[in-house]
């Protein structure tokens, strides 16, 4: 039978670590709670193993594969599922807003391999308007920087990006015995679900992303040294920012505003 057929090796250059803890999976199902009439999209089911306990709780689901070799297994095994969808594609590039019916809200979950998670989470963000709420199993380190408070370590371009965007929460732990192979990193859930209205009001994503980015490109300096080419000092102090601080210390919040005042000074 072609169910039978025995499922590819894990690919290095996918990434891939498949989940097969089923108490793990319980809690992932229980976490994103799927209800009949919700639109579930899943990226890289892998073998499966949270594929099958989706879909016996959701009457539409559509998965994103990038394996080939997965792909004719997965749709043998899951044959009996009509409200399934399965897309060989890369996540990286997929259009989700083509998966929109009559101007629903997707629900996106999945087990992201560790590297591609942060474009990953960019694109996705791009089509934020689309999406009622993500659930994704992460390397925890990535995890603690996306939620990361101003003053931490962690706290950088990736937790200002996202939590400016999405109301960020960490949700459990995940040992790298719930994975074949096991990976060498512990993970964690991630929900995010993202804002009706940005912190601190509207502003480019890409004029905020260029501030941040380049705020950061130098860690250790004061705000003033790596922002100096962007934002006059003035601007800065008007904002009531100390010109010691460094990047890290500095709030969404002010990271909008420093935005703001730096696209009022193009003008």
């Known amino acids: 039978m072609a169910s039978s057929r025995r499922y590819p090796q894990a690919r290095k250059r996918f990434g891939q670590n498949f ?3 089923q108490s793990v999976i319980a809690d992932i199902v229980g976490a994103v709670d799927p209800q009949l009439g919700q639109h579930i999209v899943e990226i890289g089911p892998g073998r499966a193993a949270l594929t099958i306990p989706l879909l016996e709780n959701c009457d539409q689901l559509d998965v994103i594969e990038i394996d080939r070799d997965l792909v004719p297994l997965l749709q043998a095994k899951l044959i009996q599922y009509p409200q399934l969808t399965i897309h060989q594609a890369d996540a990286l590039s997929f ?12 629900r996106i979950i999945g087990n992201l391999p560790y590297n ?12 934020a308007s689309h999406i009622e709420d993500m659930c994704f199993m992460l390397q925890r380190e990535v995890v603690e920087r996306i939620c990361a408070q ?3 370590k962690t706290y950088g371009r990736l937790s200002i990006m996202v939590q400016y965007q ?4 960490q949700l459990f732990v995940v040992p790298p015995e719930a994975f074949d192979p096991q990976p060498k990193v512990e993970s964690a859930i ?3 679900r993202p804002r009706k209205e940005f912190v601190s009001g509207d502003v480019s994503i890409e004029a905020l992303n260029s501030i941040v980015t380049k705020a950061f490109s130098q860690r250790r300096k004061t705000i003033s ?3 100096k080419n962007m934002v006059s000092l003035a601007a800065l102090q008007a904002l ?3 010109l010691q601080q460094r990047p890290e210390t500095i709030s969404i919040e002010q990271y909008v505003a420093i935005t703001q005042s730096w696209l009022s000074e193009k003008q």
């Open 95 to 106: 259009d989700y807003s083509s998966l929109v019916i009559n101007n629903e809200k997707l």
């Open 166 to 169: 999405c109301e960020a929460m």
């Open 116 to 127: 591609i998670t942060t474009p990953l989470l960019f694109h996705l963000l791009l089509q």
């Open 240 to 242: 009531n920012i100390d």
């Open 190 to 192: 991630i929900y995010l």
């Open 19 to 21: 989940l097969h803890d």
């Open 225 to 227: 040294n790596t922002l």
């Open 150 to 152: 101003p003053g931490s």
